[in-house]
T-cell receptor, first 111, second 114 residues
Framework: DADVTQTPRNRITKTGKRIMLECSQT?????MYWYRQDPGLGLRLIYY???????NKGEISDGYSVSRQAQAKFSLSLESAIPNQTALYFC??????????FGPGTRLTVL | AQSVTQPDIHITVSEGASLELRCNYS??????LFWYVQSPGQGLQLLLK??????LVQGIKGFEAEFKRSQSSFNLRKPSVHWSDAAEYFC????????????FGAGTILRVKS
């Protein structure tokens, strides 16, 4: 089984809808991250969390919110989706000094 | 501000030829450096990392990278490319004082021609 899973893998939605992307990990890591990937821009950090009680904004947090329900679960919400949030979203985990381990990604299309 | 530059958006090499992907970073402290690969439709897989010590780092799939502090570079190399190496490659710098945040370059798409 994959160490970092994301659901759904693909989602098409309409402008104004609320969307939640979910991430689960079995690696036992405390740190979890959400990124979005856009062609030609690489990956940009949206939010990150060091533990259940810790949430931090990344470089592009506007229009997004997160919830860390448990050590193993980290959800990303788009309260009112807009077309420029169409992107590939990745969840990642790490311990304090290791590399980050990435999930398979969620492709989100906002019409 | 911290940044990572990958100057080549696309690179095409012949199968069996050598490969070098360039990466330059801007960061005030000693960097932690990573190369990730993303195959089409897949997530990111770590190729190699540099934290300290030997500046020539060996990774998976026959890749290596060399950290050159004087040039602020961490270029990725492979002596002989295989068709399965076609993918997008990302260089990243880890900001350990900010909780292991990663700053990514824009990526380099590698095409391999037979």
């Amino acid at each position: 089984d994959a160490d970092v899973t994301q659901t759904p893998r693909n989602r098409i939605t309409k402008t104004g809808k609320r969307i939640m992307l979910e991430c689960s990990q079995t690696k036992g890591h405390d740190r979890m991250y959400w990124y979005r990937q856009d062609p030609g821009l690489g990956l940009r950090l949206i939010y990150y969390s060091f533990d259940v009680k810790d949430i931090n904004k990344g470089e592009i947090s506007d229009g997004y919110s997160v919830s860390r329900q448990a050590q193993a679960k980290f959800s990303l919400s788009l309260e009112s989706a807009i077309p420029n949030q169409t992107a590939l979203y990745f969840c990642a985990t790490s311990d304090s000094l290791s590399e980050q381990f990435f999930g398979p990604g969620t492709r989100l299309t906002v019409l | 501000a911290q940044s990572v530059t990958q100057p080549d958006i696309h690179i095409t090499v012949s199968e069996g030829a050598s490969l070098e992907l360039r990466c330059n970073y801007s960061y005030g402290a000693t960097p932690y450096l990573f190369w990730y690969v993303q195959s089409p439709g897949q997530g990111l897989q770590l190729l190699l990392k540099y934290f300290s010590g030997d500046t020539l780092v060996q990774g998976i799939k026959g890749f290596e990278a060399e950290f050159k502090r004087s040039q602020s570079s961490f270029n990725l190399r492979k002596p002989s490319v295989h068709w399965s190496d076609a993918a997008e490659y990302f260089c990243a710098v880890g900001l350990m004082e900010y909780g292991n945040k990663l700053v990514f370059g824009a990526g380099t798409i590698l095409r391999v021609k037979s």
